[in-house]
């Protein structure tokens, strides 16, 4: 049963720390997408990645959060600093069209 | 700037008590429209692709169809475990890949 794998599954940081979260998309699915999603703003798309290349990351806050793709079986999302605002549950998703196929989220808090 | 407007925000239903729910969209052209579902701590889970006017989908109880302004998924004789939060997306052709999603309808099937 193919799915997206995101880890950690939760995580707690201090404010100022590095946070980095992985995701292993479906094989064979050449789009990637990392969400954000809050109670105040829903689902917002942070950036997106098409055969390991990024096509929009305009829904990053450039200053403190990167997204990259190693290798077609890793995409990372970082934030540094992280800040209290920063808490969200953040998803991968990829897709081999404009579907989405959504992992479990990384629930993130950030004291 | 594409929108995504859905209706009710919450519904309540009786088991067996049919409904729909509304997704009204302002898109540049349409891609493609998506109905996804998501159950609490989980990421959401692809349901439907509609991609023109007069289109239908149907999944067990689910079926989703779409005129040139909104979309509704009717959900027939609904049992508890239909409940979830149900979302919409759309793509426009000039953001391939990039959805905008409305906030989701919460649906509750009691017993």
């Known amino acids: 049963d193919a799915r997206v794998t995101q880890t950690p599954r939760h995580k707690v940081t201090e404010m100022g720390q590095e946070v980095t979260m992985r995701c292993q998309p479906i094989?064979?699915?050449?789009?990637v997408f990392w969400y954000r999603q809050t109670m105040m703003q829903g689902l917002e798309l942070l950036a997106y990645?098409?055969?390991?290349?990024?096509?929009?990351d305009s829904g990053m806050p450039k200053d403190r959060f990167s997204a990259e793709m190693p290798d077609a079986t890793l995409a990372t999302l970082k934030i540094q600093p992280s800040e209290p605002r920063d808490s969200a549950v953040y998803f991968c998703?990829?897709?081999?069209?404009?579907?989405?196929?959504f992992g479990q989220g990384t629930r993130l808090t950030v004291v | 700037e594409d929108q995504v407007t859905q209706s009710p925000e919450a519904l309540r239903l009786q088991e067996g008590e049919s409904s729909s729910l509304n997704c009204s969209y302002t898109?540049?052209?349409?891609?493609?429209l998506f109905w996804y579902r998501q159950d609490p701590g989980k990421g959401p889970e692809f349901l439907f692709t509609?991609?023109?006017a007069g289109e239908e989908k149907e999944k067990e109880r689910l079926k989703a169809t779409l005129t040139k302004k909104e979309s509704f998924l009717h959900i027939t004789a609904p049992k508890p475990e239909d409940s979830a939060t149900y979302l919409c997306?759309?793509?426009?052709?000039?953001?391939?890949?990039?959805?905008?999603f409305g906030d989701g309808t919460t649906l509750t099937v009691k017993p």
């Open positions: 998703a990829s897709g081999p069209g404009p579907e989405a196929f």
């Open positions: 094989l064979g699915h050449n789009t």
């Open positions: 990645f098409r055969n390991r290349a990024p096509l929009d």
């Open positions: 898109v540049s052209g349409l891609r493609g």
């Open positions: 509609l991609y023109s």
């Open positions: 997306a759309v793509q426009a052709p000039t953001n391939a890949g990039k959805s905008t």
